[in-house]
């Protein structure tokens, strides 16, 4: 969404104000133990957050098959590519193709820049 539909307003870590976004509608926190505890809850979420929006240059804005999470999670275990082939039920022309292919979605010059960049769109 765009826009979340409640507000958070925090002042001096003494008291909050959470508002229905476009409302009158709210309530103000004054124990210091809830007031923490929404302002860590803030911190975190705005820490984790992620662009809704593909980056430019992206190729690919949905999340792979999950064959290709599969395999993303195997190299990142460190498995060779007749490792991953075993254990997909594939032949290694096929990992190495479909390596090949999330390589260029992903902007990546090497599998270590591509489960990185993988790991930062939450794929992994």
Avoid at 86 to 100: D, E, N
Wanted: overall charge positive; aromatic content about 4%.
């Amino acid at each position: 969404m765009a826009q979340p539909p409640i507000t958070l307003h925090l002042f001096d870590s003494r008291a909050a104000v959470v508002a229905v976004r476009g409302s009158t509608r709210g309530f103000a926190v004054r124990e210091p133990v809830l007031v923490h505890a929404l302002e860590a809850l803030f911190a975190v979420t705005w820490t984790h957050g992620q662009p809704l929006l593909p980056q430019s240059g992206s190729r690919q804005t949905q999340l792979p098959d999950r064959d290709d999470i599969a395999l993303l999670q195997l190299l990142g275990e460190g498995a060779k590519d007749e490792q991953v082939a075993r254990a997909l039920g594939m032949s290694v022309r096929t990992v190495r193709r479909r390596i090949s292919l999330l390589l260029t979605t992903l902007d990546a010059t090497s599998r270590f820049q591509a489960g990185v960049l993988a790991r930062g769109r939450g794929w992994v």
